[in-house]
């Protein structure tokens, strides 16, 4: 292990994916907890695989496809939230509509793009290799963004997120916040497509808030145990794809799933044997 950490701090492009591992903890962590409590799973996958138009437009007119993708995903949850607020369209009828025209799109401007993408399945599948210096910047902006905001704002947060009706009657703007913490939701995710990629993105916001629910029950506690989940997950992770050279992403939510069936174990027979221990004292009694 120690051997292995040497070589990373060899080389600058392994800094930068460790660096990335860590920032993208942190927002995965804070965001993945208010996606999970508000129970908008789906909408992340449809705002991931959303974005990949706005990769596919910026590749066709030469820009970076990262603001590309950030600017179509923004746009995209937006139009959900706006639908789903009218109750014109189901959630999830619109969720599945803009996937599936984000997913077109994207396909329809690459295919029309002069030459070839090379990055095209770094997008798709992931490669935290190519993580550059400025897309750690806007990472460790979106960090001090995301951080500021649930420090401050906390009560609120929490409110919405389990009760909005019940933040209405605290006099919270809610559909203000909700539009924010979207906007700040589809930042995120656009900003870790280079970890895991678009394909299993949803996971890297969903499984450290499912496996940090074995072990608290509280929005603050949930959040603190998703940062340190996807700390230990993306951080083993990179080291089992540089150690047996396979692609970074898929190692990641591999270490995921591992831990979750863990905490999953754990949290069962410590159930089991709390049981037990209760039924022992009631026979006794």
Do not use: C
């Not at 860590?22 to 995965?28: E, G, P, Q």
């Not at 991931?48 to 995209?76: D, K, Q, W």
């Not at 009218?86 to 025209?101: P, Q, Y």
């Amino acid at each position: 292990m120690f051997t292995i950490l040497q070589e990373i701090l060899e080389y600058q492009f392994l800094q930068n994916a460790l660096w990335a591992s860590v920032l993208v903890s942190v927002a995965a962590g804070i965001v993945g907890s208010y996606i999970t409590s508000r129970r908008m799973v789906f909408l992340s996958g449809g705002i991931t695989h959303a974005s990949f138009g706005g990769i596919g437009i910026a590749y066709y007119f030469g820009i970076n496809p990262v603001m590309g993708a950030l600017v179509f995903a923004i746009l995209s949850a937006f139009g959900i939230e706006a639908l789903a607020n009218r109750k014109t369209v189901r959630e999830d009828s619109a969720i599945g509509i803009l996937w599936a025209f984000g997913m077109a799109i994207g396909i329809i401007f690459v295919f029309l793009t002069p030459g070839y993408a090379p990055n095209l399945m770094n997008f798709l599948f992931g490669s935290i290799l190519t993580v550059t210096q400025s897309d750690l910047l806007m990472l460790l902006a979106l960090d001090v963004i995301l951080i500021a905001l649930f420090w401050l704002f906390f009560n609120p947060i929490l409110f919405i997120s389990f009760d909005p009706e019940f933040a209405q009657t605290q006099k919270v703007p809610v559909k203000v916040v909700q539009y924010i913490l979207t906007a700040l939701m589809a930042a995120a995710i656009v900003l870790s497509i280079r970890v895991v990629g678009i394909i299993l993105l949803i996971s890297l916001f969903s499984i450290p808030p499912a496996t940090a629910n074995f072990f608290t029950k509280t929005f603050k506690g949930m959040i603190l145990w998703s940062i340190a989940i996807s700390l230990i997950g993306t951080f083993v992770g990179l080291l089992a794809s540089y150690r047996v050279n396979i692609p970074s992403g898929a190692a990641i939510i591999v270490v995921f799933v591992v831990m979750f069936a863990l905490a999953k174990l754990v949290s069962y027979t410590t159930m089991r044997v709390r049981i037990r221990t209760e039924n022992n004292k009631l026979h006794q009694a």
